[in-house]
């Protein structure tokens, strides 16, 4: 089964269509952006009856808020990880973590967002792998926190993945890629990110700019592990 990855910006964040035998939608954007992924399955030539899943990364709005409107105009199950289904079905924001100034300028603004619904409750909750060939694509779900406690990753065959806010561009998704300006926890992001070169992830998709060649990003990661080693026999 041939999969293929098709990248849909919706404002700032992307959602991704991914196609095997069915398709899955991965993110839904900002509140009110569902047309802009109709005009994409359009585009594509995908009906809105091989659609068999939306996947959400994580529990903030500009990833899910369009989640709502979708899955009742497509009647599909909606998977989120298992730490992150409050905040969808709250309507809240999962907890900003700034890591510099500007950040945490960002969260004053962001904290408090909220999106209406009525009654949404997630179909499939991730605890853990999740293989998705019973929704028609080659590929699991992974939980990758760090970002958020209940981020997760879709792992896909030809060394691809589609991460979320796990890893992005900073200076406006351009430059280098590292940690999101965003980070609940340092610790488990770098675990995530061995778990993606263990899974042999070289090419992510992440939830805001274009694919990232992770090669970069784990010389970074190993540069990180070597100098906190040696920080720790010199203390010895
Ligand atoms: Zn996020």
Not at 35 to 48: C, F, P, T, V, W
Not at 78 to 86: F, K, N, P, T, Y
Not at 138 to 160: M, N, Q, V
């Amino acid at each position: 089964m041939k999969t293929t990855v098709t990248r849909v910006p919706l404002r700032l964040a992307n959602s991704h269509l991914v196609r095997g035998k069915k398709t899955i939608i991965v993110d839904t954007g900002d509140p009110g952006f569902s047309h802009g992924l109709y005009r994409a399955m359009q585009r594509e030539g995908i009906n809105r009856s091989d659609i068999s899943l939306i996947f959400i990364t994580h529990g903030h709005i500009d990833h899910y808020g369009s989640v709502f409107a979708l899955k009742k105009a497509l009647d599909v199950p909606v998977a989120v990880h298992r730490l992150d289904q409050i905040y969808l079905e709250k309507g809240t924001q999962a907890p900003l973590y700034p890591l510099n100034r500007p950040a945490a300028l960002l969260k004053r603004v962001g904290q408090g967002m909220r999106v209406r619904h009525n009654n949404f409750k997630a179909d499939i909750i991730v605890d853990d792998h999740l293989d998705l060939l019973r929704f028609g694509v080659e590929g699991f779900i992974l939980p990758t926190p760090g970002h958020t406690l209940g981020s997760a990753s879709l792992i896909l065959p030809d060394s691809c993945a589609i991460t979320g806010d796990l890893i992005i561009r900073r200076h406006f998704f351009r430059g280098p890629a590292e940690a999101c300006v965003f980070l609940h926890d340092k610790e488990k992001y770098h675990n995530s990110v061995n778990l993606l070169k263990l899974c042999g992830v070289k090419k992510i998709y992440p939830g805001h700019g274009a694919s990232i060649d992770m090669e970069p990003v784990y010389a970074r990661e190993e540069r990180i592990r070597r100098r906190s080693t040696q920080t720790k026999y010199d203390q010895r």
